[in-house]
Nanobody, 116 residues
Framework: EVQLVESGGGLVQPGGSLRLSCAAS????????MSWVRQAPGKGLEWVSI????????TYADSVKGRFTISRDNAKNTLYLQMNSLKPEDAAVYYC?????????WGQGTQVTVSA
């Protein structure tokens, strides 16, 4: 059974940092492109970042470029998202998802709140 479990969310002040983790199980993690996706209250899903395989390239949405860093540890079957210089508009539920843009599995999400 494929499982994705996010953690690391919380309340942070504007300008602060958080590191999200996503523990994967039930599939060969190293063989899959993985993504972070977010959903703010009352808004649709927004793709945030992708970690590709075969070269380890990464891609970011313009809204987070230069502030967020995606990484993965295939030995630990874990995907990460380091978020720096957080803004109020970054507040959302963050999900890790398997795949690039057609995601087939999601985690339950972790809430990120950015507020003074």
């Amino acid at each position: 059974e494929v499982q994705l479990v996010e953690s690391g969310g919380g309340l942070v002040q504007p300008g602060g940092s958080l590191r999200l983790s996503c523990a994967a199980s039930g599939f060969t993690f190293s063989r899959y492109v993985m993504s972070w996706v977010r959903q703010a209250p009352g808004k649709g899903l927004e793709w945030v970042s992708i970690f590709n395989i075969g070269g380890d390239s990464t891609t970011y949405a313009d809204s987070v470029k230069g502030r967020f860093t995606i990484s993965r540890d295939n030995a630990k079957n874990t995907l990460y998202l380091q978020m720096n210089s957080l803004k109020p508009e970054d507040a959302a539920v963050y999900y890790c998802a398997r795949g690039q843009l057609a995601w087939d599995y999601w985690g339950q999400g972790t809430q990120v709140t950015v507020s003074a």
